[in-house]
Nanobody
Framework: QVQLAESGGGLVQAGGSLRLSCAAS????????MGWFRQSPGTEREFVAG????????FYRDSVKGRFTVSRDNANNTLYFQMNSLQPEDTAVYYC?????????????????WGLGTQVTVSS
């Protein structure tokens, strides 16, 4: 199994940027499809972005396309999430998640391994 730990969250003004990292340990990182999810108070956790095992295919929810970029470094067992042009509606706890297999999917139940999350707060 794989253990995941997010970092890089914080408070930023609208229009600003943050880069999240997700460090993986315990198993071969390159075997896992990875995803970023987020959850704000009173809402369900939602898929934000995903990346395949090789890192050459990425997927995003519509509201973040063109602003957020997911990438991975398999040699260093790390997943990244560059978030630009942040808006107050992006405020949430951001989680990285991992699943065995080849398909990048959007369902929460499809991901077996989760980090504890990192808070991102965007002020207006």
């Amino acid at each position: 199994q794989v253990q995941l730990a997010e970092s890089g969250g914080g408070l930023v003004q609208a229009g600003g940027s943050l880069r999240l990292s997700c460090a993986a340990s315990g198993s071969a990182f390159s075997n896992y499809v990875m995803g970023w999810f987020r959850q704000s108070p009173g809402t369900e956790r939602e898929f934000v972005a995903g990346i395949n095992r090789a890192g050459d295919r990425t997927f995003y929810r519509d509201s973040v396309k063109g602003r957020f970029t997911v990438s991975r470094d398999n040699a260093n067992n790390t997943l990244y999430f560059q978030m630009n042009s942040l808006q107050p509606e992006d405020t949430a706890v951001y989680y990285c998640a991992a699943r065995l297999g080849t398909a990048v999917v959007r369902g929460i139940g499809d991901y077996k391994y989760w980090g504890l999350g990192t808070q991102v707060t965007v002020s207006s």
